[in-house]
């Protein structure tokens, strides 16, 4: 494999892994609400696993 | 629950939910205004209350829903038999507290005649489990995990020895009370057509066991299941609304074991209109068939 083919899959894999955290793990609802006028906002509620 | 079910109605999901693991730090983000609205124990509201942050109980989130388990295969089978042992309690600042020194009282024990120490929700019935307690005193559905792991044995319930007895409360910050009083009432509104919808029948807690365990708590949707339906009085739902006699019995127990050092009276710390407001509503039209809600 040339050392292009092998950089070209390395950023391929990195872009892929990437784009899969930011889809999967980042929390896009809450750094939007956070973005918003106050009196837009939704409230962010704070609870406990438990009844 | 209320969360899952008004992202599906015609106007979408009226607050973001966040998910934390144990009261201390609830108390912080709601401190610093990370969180405007939270579900924390009624004791720890109130004392925040009293210390000046500028919070105000306006609703329950559930009646009954704790309970006091031991060893299954223990020495214990009756509150006297607590004497000297390690009881795990979710915080000082907790009914799931208060339930056990009022059960000692009522058996003529003092609160020093057992070892309470403090532990996250999720941390106790594994502690059972391994032998690093005797007990614990918390809410479900911890208690049914312990029961349903087979190593936990329910020595009471709360409404036993607590008739009435609540526990989670949400709170919301004063500012947000100030500015937006519509919005804290369409999310009272929603807790309480969530209270009713839970209370309307085994297959709507069965359908609410299913995605709460998924999606929000993380847990097996077979343990809430077994929470939510074999009894349906462990944990009940409505009504909801805070009445002054049922807080100023948890006042006074907290001015009793010191967690209070002053009479805060019952206008201070709670704001009765939304629960006024919400007083006609109506369940949620949902249910495992349907993708909307109403």
Redesign the interface.
């Known amino acids: 494999m040339s050392v292009k083919r092998l950089v070209g899959f390395l950023l391929g894999w990195v872009t892929l892994v990437t784009a899969a955290h930011l889809w999967l793990n980042a929390d896009w ?2 750094l939007w ?1 956070d973005r918003l006028p ?2 837009q906002r ?10 | 629950m209320t969360d899952y079910v008004s992202r599906r109605t015609a106007s979408g ?11 201390p730090e ?1 108390k912080e ?2 401190i610093a205004d ?7 124990v009624a004791p720890m509201a109130i004392a925040l209350r009293s210390q000046g942050v500028p919070i105000k109980i306006v609703y329950l ?2 009646r009954y ?2 309970a006091v388990v031991v060893r299954r295969d223990g020495p214990v089978h009756s509150v006297k038999d607590l004497v000297g042992k390690t009881m795990a309690i ?1 915080s000082r600042f907790s009914d799931e507290h208060l339930i056990l020194v009022r059960a000692l009282k009522a058996n003529g024990l003092p609160r020093s005649a057992v070892k309470m120490i403090e532990m996250p ?2 941390d106790v019935a594994g502690a059972l489990a391994v032998n690093a307690i005797d007990g614990f005193s ?5 208690p049914g995990q312990a029961e349903m792991g087979g190593y936990g044995r329910l020595l009471f319930k709360a409404q036993e020895y607590w008739p009435d007895f609540m ?2 409360v949400l709170v ?1 910050r004063q500012d ?1 009370i100030d ?2 009083p519509a ?2 009432q369409e ?1 009272v509104d929603g807790i309480a057509r969530s209270g009713l919808w839970l209370d309307a029948g085994v297959a709507n807690r069965e359908h609410a066991a299913d995605f709460v365990g998924r999606y ?4 097996p949707p077979a343990l809430l299941r077994w ?1 939510l339906t074999r009894d349906l009085t462990r ?1 009940v739902y409505s009504p909801l609304a805070p009445r002054k006699a049922d807080f100023d019995l948890v006042r006074d127990l907290m001015l009793e074991t010191g967690l209070l050092d002053r009479p805060i009276p019952f206008e201070e710390y709670v704001d009765t209109r939304f629960a006024d407001g919400a007083a006609g509503a109506r369940p949620w039209v949902f249910s495992a068939a349907s993708t909307a809600a109403q």
């Open positions: 609802s809450a609400n106050l009196d939704k409230f962010n509620v704070a609870y406990i696993p438990v009844t | 999901n009226i607050f973001l939910p966040k998910k934390f693991q144990g009261f609830i983000a709601l990370r969180m405007q609205a939270a579900f924390m989130g559930h829903g704790s979710p929700p999720p918390m809410g479900e559905p911890f526990s989670c919301v947000a500015r937006r919005a804290v999310l929000y708590y993380n847990q929470v944990v």
